[in-house]
């Protein structure tokens, strides 16, 4: 998850720990706030094929 504060408002978003975009991210000021693990299971059926890090997709 990341947190940066735009115009007085927080701004919350999440992506995969993988994703290349997290550096971008960190350029523009996003700090990572917390890392949940295995956050992508509960979202797709254990034997599935799909990769679970959409950061990847």
Known sequence: MFEETCMGK????????????MLLYQRFGFKPEEFILDFYDKY???????CKSLGNR
């Open 10 to 21: 927080d701004v919350t978003f999440h992506c995969s720990a993988t994703n290349n975009a």
């Open 44 to 50: 797709f059926p254990a034997d599935t094929k799909d």
